[in-house]
């Protein structure tokens, strides 16, 4: 299922590779896509992926999602 999120705290490419390689490490979860200047964050992701999962390694990586 495609899902975009927004997500405070990324302010550069490095933020952003951060992010894309947290949240890839959640099983479950690929082509994660990042829009720095808007902080939109879309990906794919089965079914079982909750979005508290998601929003936990958002936070694990430093930043915050955006509701």
């Known amino acids: 299922m495609k899902t975009t999120i927004k997500v405070s705290g990324m302010s550069c490419a490095n933020c952003v590779r951060h992010m894309s390689e947290a949240l890839q490490g959640l099983d479950g979860i690929k082509d994660v896509q990042i829009d720095l200047p808007t902080g939109?964050?879309?990906f794919e992701k089965v079914d079982s992926v909750t979005m508290d999962?998601?929003?936990?390694?958002?936070?694990?990586?430093?930043?915050q999602m955006v509701k």
């Open 53 to 63: 999962e998601v929003a936990t390694v958002v936070q694990e990586a430093g930043y």
């Open 40 to 42: 939109e964050v879309t």
